[in-house]
């Protein structure tokens, strides 16, 4: 079933903010995490991610926060651009062989200009 | 330079008729999956393939059926249409650790519509 789970189903951020995307998950045996992004008409694409050796993790203008104690993490977008408009997804899966992921319901992020 | 394709992006049907969803990656990649998405409910696992002829159930299996006799495609089968399977299905497939950033690729999607 999910293990995964985002907080809020929406966020709107003023352009040239930063963004923060926060999902919880339950499965303390998950060992690795995806961001994906989607945009309108398209799917999922992969973003940054993050194994559970690690706390934080950076990309171009991305960074993922991992909290194992609390079982939270979360997506910094830096100088959000109307670019950045789409639904954002956490996944994550547990290491066992079959590498499924499971994903959380989604982040619609709306930039205002 | 699309790597996951999905043969239709929308599609209408009519309840009770038998739907064939397909998928075609050229990634060479073991793992196929197929996912519904639905407004405040994510992606959910319906069925995923390791292997040629080889196929398990995700989490909401009931009322699909897959077929995968080729690596590169997996068939999503909805053998009689209803209307609680609206949807937005996503193909995915991954190489055998499922990591990184060409770990997992997505199709854009195909939007089924049952009526």
């Known amino acids: 079933g999910e293990s995964v789970g985002l907080h809020l189903p929406t966020l709107s951020v003023q352009e040239g903010d930063n963004s923060i995307i926060n999902c919880a998950y339950s499965?303390?045996?998950?060992?690795?995490f995806i961001w994906y992004k989607q945009e309108s008409g398209k799917g999922p694409q992969f973003i940054i991610d993050?194994?559970?050796?690690?706390d934080k993790r950076q990309g171009q203008r991305v960074t993922v926060l991992l909290n194992k104690t609390v079982k939270h993490l979360s997506l910094q977008i830096a100088a959000t651009q109307p670019g950045d408009s789409a639904v954002y997804f956490c996944?994550?899966?547990?290491?066992?062989?079959?590498?499924?992921?499971?994903f959380g319901a989604g982040t619609t992020v709306t930039v205002r200009a | 330079d699309v790597k996951v394709t999905q043969s239709s992006r929308y599609l209408v049907k009519r309840t009770g008729e038998k739907v064939f969803l397909e998928c075609v990656q050229d990634?060479?990649?073991?793992?196929m999956f197929w996912y519904r998405q639905d407004p405040g409910l994510g992606l959910r696992l319906i069925y995923f393939?390791?292997?040629?002829?080889?196929?398990e159930k995700g989490d909401i299996p009931e009322g699909y059926s897959v077929s995968r006799e080729k690596k590169e495609r997996f068939s999503l089968i909805l053998e009689s249409a209803s209307t609680n399977q609206t949807s937005m299905y996503l193909c995915?497939?991954?190489?055998?650790?499922?990591?990184?950033?060409?770990?997992?690729?997505f199709g854009s999607g195909t939007r089924l519509t049952v009526v």
């Open positions: 995915a497939s991954s190489n055998l650790q499922g990591q990184g950033a060409n770990g997992y690729t």
């Open positions: 499965n303390s045996a998950s060992d690795y």
């Open positions: 993050i194994r559970s050796n690690m």
């Open positions: 996944a994550d899966h547990t290491g066992s062989n079959d590498y499924k992921l499971s």
């Open positions: 990634m060479d990649h073991e793992n």
């Open positions: 393939s390791y292997d040629v002829k080889m196929k």
